[in-house]
Nanobody, 120 residues
């Protein structure tokens, strides 16, 4: 019904950059909210960055000043520009979206995740 597909993960050295993308497709009437989460080994999933209302964004304290969330509504695509990556940024990054479908139902959806590994 609604699919979220992340891309852009990979292996990067500390201090490097990556850009993640999340493409939404399917029976979408409106994307009401979306954001990026991550889950490191042995840890709980946490919010990294998100659009909380309109164009208002919020970021986890650990990524403020280094990560930037953006979106292209026409393409139904969300991005996460990650700069100055640190070892502790290593995690599987997930896209989440609260979507109202063309049938009128509103639900949260998750992508399958993309792995980001920061290592020297």
């Amino acid at each position: 019904q609604v699919q979220l597909v992340e891309s852009g993960g990979g292996l990067v050295q500390p201090g490097g950059s990556l850009r993640l993308s999340c493409a939404a497709s399917g029976s979408i009437f409106m994307i009401r909210a979306w954001g990026w989460y991550r889950q490191a080994p042995g840890k709980e999933r946490e919010l990294v960055a998100g659009f909380i209302s309109g164009d208002t964004t919020n970021y986890a304290d650990s990524v403020k000043g280094r990560f930037t969330i953006s979106r292209d509504g026409a393409k139904k695509t969300m991005y996460l520009q990650m700069n100055s990556l640190k070892l502790e940024d290593t995690a599987v990054y997930y896209c989440n979206a609260v979507v109202t479908t063309e049938r009128g139902s509103t639900s949260p959806y998750w992508g399958k995740g993309t792995l980001v590994t920061v290592s020297s």
